[in-house]
């Protein structure tokens, strides 16, 4: 595979964000979104993609914020939705790099059934979902993702819903592209976004982030570090993983590539028809 | 303006009867024409209508209060829509299922009975139905109604389609003048 | 001249009006839109999506619209009830669209193949929020098209969501029509000034500000959140107030071009019958009727419902006896005549929900009992 372009991460950040217009951020100190976005925008960079044809699109939350931030074309959307406008972005005009930047409860919980069809359809679209196992923004309620037993807002004597594995659920939903990293390795969230963004067809990168604000707090990790070490303690890289003991991954969750399939690509083959019809061959 | 009824079951091509109608008007006999329909939940077997207005002036309100001719395709239909027939109507029933009629002037010819012996189709039984009703009451010329066939009836199914408007034609010819008859006898009785 | 249905006249005027986006979700009675753009739009270029639902489908056609296509989608009640949220979405962030709701009985599922005008007020009012909305109600196959490239056309001039309002009865029947060979369409104006002097919500210089497609080097940022003319978010009370009142000032200067309705014997009528959609069909015959039988009767077929056309019925509150507004449903627009009457004159509502258009003979009887001497209904 091509080598992503070299750069000075922070002069690279200088170059494409909205500094001079919308900072400060309203992110907390601590949090994980902020490293993410970096990631995203390294990797954007090393694709060397033209940003006048990028377009990011998120939907409501504390990671939905990032599009404020970044000199694209940004569109900040409705709750849950930002995958539905993407793909009427994309249909439209293909040429277009359209990421969505999404949260657990945006994109799993009232998004949740957009985003089975997107992974169904397999329009290529890359969809970034910084997963933090809370509502942030609205004050800690229980999202999708909070583990069984864990506390939250709206779950003070411990959650009794099991989480979604985002990436089996995609997965199972057909996404052509599955992948997990964790904030902690910043510079792995780089590499799969570079793979998803590469990837024709839907592509779906889940990031395990940290809340220290509200679920830190409400769970009893005593600073955003300890939950950086939870993420280096509780992630095995799928490459590492089958190598290890099925004992030893008990209550683990996988990172690295977790699908990479090829399906036909939606656009693709709406412009076929398009050209076939025109060829008069239909 | 004359308004004309097609009620039966879904599933017995009344909306295509009333679309070939409706084109044969509007576009071959350039009268102006309004077809509406009514259906419920069920694509087989529910209760359906559809109703064509021809007229030689502008149509204003598409939903008239009474009907000029109700092709009926069922006993149901009949005792539903035979009272919305106006003084000088006529109702023309599938003697197939239509057992029992409530108005003074109609036909009855086994449309359905003729499409399943006559052509092996029952499905081109509203073809009949329209062949017959064009042939009894000339709401559209005949060369209308067979261009506007041509049209409507994808080209598989045109053959049999074709042959059906004929027969509608033939039988009602044969209705007519069997009830010329039963008229003159009862006049000599 | 050709037999063509309701539904089938508003797919073509939105493809000769430069439709090129559809995305739609399966609903009676308006799934024939849907089906004939999945056949017509691949053919010019354009683009056709079922979505999962009408939520993604409106969140689609705004997507595909800030990419500057003209985009479009068709629903019926609980679609459109689904609608509301992106619909608000695309008000505020002043992205043009068509949302065509063919009205069927309600609340709820309702009657899915049954007409009803219970719609009226969700097409105003539905979404939250304060803002103004371009309602058209289309009486006739004819309307259905010249109605449905007039929407385009608003919809890319004010840069607004407008809504196609058809009943079942208008959208499933079908008439001849002679459609017009030439219709005058209205493209979306595109920036004035280098993407680095660009503000979209800047209409200081123009009448509406300019919006420029996604793609094309302007690279601003779209969000539902109360904002600034540079598109972003404000909680800065000035900057709110203008975002807010913006919005309804842009309607209301232009309100007069916008206002499209038909006027039948009103100068010396005593009665007036003021409908829209089927019943304006049902109040033309009630009236030719009534004059043939010596009654001072005129009407007016509104084809902008909102917005309401108040400067006319004050008008007509000077002069006629009475104001007869049929609908199919409980009194929805009467209370606007209210309004605007004020007192001054009857309004009489005549009210039909059984699923059953409202006949010539019902308005006929009420215009015979107020053109009585003395009469009121």
Redesign the interface.
């Known amino acids: 595979m091509e080598k992503p372009r070299e750069f000075n991460p922070s002069e690279l950040m200088h170059e494409y964000l909205r500094q001079k217009k919308k900072f400060p951020h309203i992110w907390c100190s601590g949090c994980g979104i902020g490293t993410t976005m970096g990631a995203v925008i390294r990797a954007i960079a090393g694709c060397e993609l033209d940003r006048d044809r990028v377009v990011m699109v998120s939907g409501i939350g504390c990671s939905s914020r990032m599009p404020t931030y970044v000199d694209f074309n940004t569109l900040h959307t409705t709750h849950g939705r930002p995958i539905a406008f993407a793909t009427g972005i994309k249909l439209a005009r293909p040429e277009l790099e359209v990421i969505v930047v999404t949260g657990d409860g945006d994109v799993a919980a009232i998004g949740g059934n957009h985003l089975i069809h997107a992974c169904r359809r397999n329009i290529n679209l890359t969809v970034v979902c910084i997963n933090n196992s809370i509502y942030g923004m609205t004050g800690g309620q229980a999202s999708p993702t909070t583990p069984q037993g864990k506390i939250a807002s709206t779950a003070r004597y411990g959650d009794f819903e099991r989480a979604f594995d985002l990436c089996d659920l995609t997965a199972g939903a057909g996404a052509a592209f599955v992948a997990r990293g964790a904030v902690y390795y910043a510079r792995q969230i780089e590499k799969l976004v570079v793979q998803a963004l590469r990837k024709k067809g839907f592509a779906f990168v889940e990031v395990v982030s940290q809340c220290p604000t509200y679920y830190g707090r409400f769970n009893k990790f005593k600073s955003p570090v300890e939950m950086l070490y939870w993420q280096r303690d509780n992630t095995v890289n799928v490459k590492a993983a089958a190598k290890t003991k099925p004992e030893e991954l008990e209550g683990k969750l996988l990172t690295g590539v977790l699908a990479d399939r090829d399906y036909p690509e939606f656009t693709e083959l709406y412009d076929k028809l398009i050209a076939d019809l025109a060829a008069g061959e239909k | 303006m004359i308004v004309v009824r097609f009620a039966g079951y879904g599933g017995q091509g009344l909306l295509t009867a009333g679309?070939i109608l409706?084109?044969a008007a509007?576009?071959f006999d350039?009268?102006?024409?309004?077809?509406?329909?009514?259906?419920?939940?069920e694509a087989r077997g529910g209760a359906s209508r559809s109703d064509v207005i021809i007229s030689d002036e502008d149509?204003?309100?598409?939903?008239p209060?009474h009907l000029d001719i109700l092709v009926a395709m069922n006993q149901l239909s009949v005792d539903k829509y035979s009272a919305s027939l106006a003084d000088g109507g006529t109702l023309i029933a599938d003697a197939t299922f239509v057992t029992m009629v409530t108005f003074p002037d109609f036909y009855s010819i086994p449309f359905t009975k003729i499409a399943r012996e006559r052509l092996g189709r029952e499905i081109v039984a509203n073809v009949v139905a329209l062949g017959a009703l064009v042939e009894l009451k000339g709401v559209v010329s005949k060369k209308a109604a067979a261009g506007a066939l041509e049209q409507r009836i994808p080209q598989a199914a045109l053959d049999v389609n074709r042959k059906a408007l004929e027969e509608g034609f033939k039988a009602a010819r044969e209705a007519a003048s069997a009830r010329e008859k039963a008229v003159a006898d009862y006049d000599i009785v | 001249m050709v037999l063509m249905q309701g539904n089938e006249a508003i797919t073509r005027g939105a493809l000769d009006a430069g439709v090129r986006f559809f995305a739609g979700y399966p609903i009676t009675p308006s799934t024939e839109i849907a089906e004939i753009m999945s056949v017509e739009l691949p053919k010019v270029g354009g683009k056709f999506l079922q979505m999962e639902d009408e939520i993604g489908s409106l969140a689609a056609v705004i997507g595909a619209s800030l990419t500057g296509l003209k985009a479009m989608t068709a629903t019926s009640g609980p679609g459109f009830s689904l609608m509301q949220e992106n619909l608000g979405y695309a008000y505020m962030t002043e992205v043009p669209c068509l949302v065509v709701n063919v009205m069927r009985g309600g609340p709820s599922t309702g009657l899915p193949t049954h007409p009803s005008q219970g719609d009226v007020m969700q097409a105003r009012w539905g979404t939250h929020g304060d803002h103004p909305a371009i309602v058209l109600a289309p009486s006739s196959v004819l309307d259905c098209y010249v109605l449905t490239v007039r929407a385009i056309n608003l919809a890319e001039r004010f840069r607004t969501p407008v809504i196609l309002l058809p009943d079942e009865v208008v959208a499933h029947m079908r008439e001849d029509v002679t459609l017009p060979e030439k219709v005058d369409v209205v493209d979306r104006e595109a920036p004035h000034v280098p993407p680095e002097w660009y503000y979209p919500y800047d209409d200081s210089t123009t009448d509406v500000a300019p919006l420029a497609p996604f793609g094309t080097g302007f690279r601003f940022h779209v969000t539902g959140l109360t904002h600034d003319r540079a598109g972003f978010a404000t909680t800065v009370p000035a900057e709110v107030d203008r975002a807010v009142r913006n919005l309804k000032r842009k309607m209301d200067r232009f309100r007069l071009e916008i206002i499209q309705v038909e006027r039948v014997h009103l100068a010396d009528a005593e009665v007036v019958v003021a409908a829209y959609g089927i019943c304006a069909r049902s109040a033309e015959a009630a009236v030719m009727q009534a004059r043939a039988q010596g009654y001072r009767a005129g009407f007016v077929n509104m084809k902008t419902i909102w917005p309401f056309c108040f400067k006319l019925v004050e008008r007509v509150a000077e002069s006629a006896k009475a104001i007869i507004v049929p609908e199919m449903n409980l009194g929805q627009l009467v209370r606007e005549f209210d309004r605007a009457v004020c007192g001054r004159t009857q309004v009489v509502p005549i009210s039909r929900v059984d699923g059953e258009a409202i006949t010539p003979r019902q308005i006929l009887d009420v215009i015979a009992e107020l053109a009585r001497p003395g009469g009121t209904a």
């Open positions: 679309l409706a084109d509007a576009v350039k009268k102006k024409v309004i077809q509406t329909q009514s259906y419920g939940a149509i204003v309100f598409p939903k209060d």
